[in-house]
């Protein structure tokens, strides 16, 4: 069992920066691809970014490609997403999730667990 859980969620200017934390519980945290969603008001959830076990591999949807950055540390049990040059359309609770298979994964049923999200509001 895992349990994550979203920090660093708040209200930015466009243009702005945060970053994001999920702390991951459990003793073999290096041994689930992570990935981190997000989900507009009246919209699905949607793909942000995922990384393999190990961090070495990382993928980014079109839309924050080149101004998002996925990482973990697997010594402190967290992934973090990095994320600059926000615009009003990142808003959404984003949400990250955990799957205990390999590689990078796009898809929100392959993954096993999920945090209660964090609220990001961009404003223009």
Do not use: H
């Amino acid at each position: 069992q895992v349990q994550l859980v979203e920090s660093g969620g708040g209200l930015v200017q466009a243009g702005g920066s945060l970053r994001l934390s999920c702390a991951a519980s459990g003793r073999t945290f290096s041994r689930y691809a992570m990935g981190w969603f997000r989900q507009a008001p009246g919209k699905e959830r949607e793909f942000v970014s995922a990384i393999s076990w190990s961090g070495g591999t990382t993928y980014y949807a079109d839309s924050v490609k080149g101004r998002f950055t996925i990482s973990r540390d697997n010594a402190k049990n967290t992934v973090y997403l990095q994320m600059n040059s926000l615009k009003p359309e990142d808003t959404a609770v984003y949400y990250c999730a955990a799957s205990r298979l390999r590689g990078v994964l796009t898809t929100t049923p392959v993954y096993d667990y999920w945090g209660q999200g964090t609220q990001v509001t961009v404003s223009s």
